[in-house]
Every structure is written in C-alpha cells, then in structure tokens.
C-alpha cells in the first residue's frame, strides 16, 4: 500500500461538513501527578462501553499538551462536562497551555475518590483510570474504565463545539480559531512521521 497523501482541498472540504453534521460536547479533562495538576478542554472523549457496570471511555489527548504529561504520569484523568454558561472554563482551560501557567489558580477545585482534580460546578464528572493506550503520532489514544462519577442537582444541557462558537465573542473566537490551527500545524507533522513509521514495506 503506497504511503496516505494529505487530501487535496475538495475533498478535506467535503469530509469536513460531514464533521459538521454533529455537534459534540466539550470535556474539561483534569489530571495531576507528583504534585502538579492540569487540565484541557477536548472533543476527542467518547463512552466506549455498554455494559454499566463496566463503563469506559476512549480519550485523545495530543502529546504536546501539559495535560497529556500528567495522564501518562497518573494513569488516570477526570472528564467533566460543563454547563453552557461556563465559557470561563473553556478560556482558562482550552486556550493556554498549563506549562507556563497553574490553570487551577483561584479555582475551587476538589478530588476525585482517584485522586483527579475536580471541578465542583461542573454538570457531570466521570472518574477514569487507563487500561491500554494507543500512539497514534499527534495523539495518545486512552481506553479508560470509568471508576467513578457524578452529575449537579441540576443537570441541563451541556455546553458544544457549536454552543461554544455561538456564544464566543469575536477576539475569543479568534483565539480559538488560532488555536485550532497551531494545533493542526503540530499534529500534521506528527501523523505524517507516524504515517512514515507505520507504511508497511
Ligand atoms: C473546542 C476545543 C476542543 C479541543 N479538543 C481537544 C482534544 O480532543 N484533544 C486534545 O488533546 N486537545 C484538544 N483541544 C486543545 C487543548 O484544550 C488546548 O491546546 C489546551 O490549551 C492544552 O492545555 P495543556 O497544555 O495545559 O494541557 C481542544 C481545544 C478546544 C478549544
């Protein structure tokens, strides 16, 4: 099988009003080990398990993140999911990178029964601990069993890539936008070494 080419641009475009067809939630994923904690929010979270009393979830984390350093040094994360009003969270948890910055300053945050960071207010929370984990170059895929949770007196709806865009205001959205092509441009390289690494001869 000849290497994958990146697609040309009609095709991306097609494939990416498919994506567009759906609306997934935001996650704020939290994690902290040897003292450090973190956190970032992301769309790659999905349940992977039917069987409730063996509940799991897949998570995708890219490999250049802060967050992604204490996953793999706990072996386990948190996974919330937030309220539609609370874009304060996406800003503070999805924008910068926690290498630089403590995201938790000022943040009334508790533990998890694992040892997680919590998110008091958040609609619903999901203790995970990794079983396996897949490299997939610009990202560590987590198969996670799902040990513990939780949901707000009030649960309503939660809080979307489209709620998100919707209610961003310009220099947010510009912000995001940005962000999503940084990350794009590192994670390009990344499946395209993977790709390299992985073409069978
Ligand atoms: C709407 C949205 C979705 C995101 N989804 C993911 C994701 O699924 N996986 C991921 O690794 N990063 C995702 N990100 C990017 C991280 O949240 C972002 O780069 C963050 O600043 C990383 O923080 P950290 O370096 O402190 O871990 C997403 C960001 C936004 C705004």
Redesign the pocket.
Known sequence: MPPLDPLPATQADAIGRVFDLYDPP??L?TAAHGGRR????????VRASIVAVMPRMV????????????IEGSGGFALHLLGRDRLDL?WR???????G?D?FAGLAAQTTPGGQPLIPDALGWLDCRCEARLDSGD?TLYLAAVTDGGTAAEAGAPLT?AG?FAAAPPEQRTR?NA??A??GQVDAVAIRAWRADHTAP
């Open positions: 935001l996650w994923v973190g956190g970032l929010i992301a769309t790659f979270a998570l995708g984390i890219a490999k250049q993140h802060h967050t992604w350093g204490l996406v948890f999805g924008l910068a990178s926690g290498h910055t995201k990202r890539v998100l995001l962000l999503y940084r990350d």
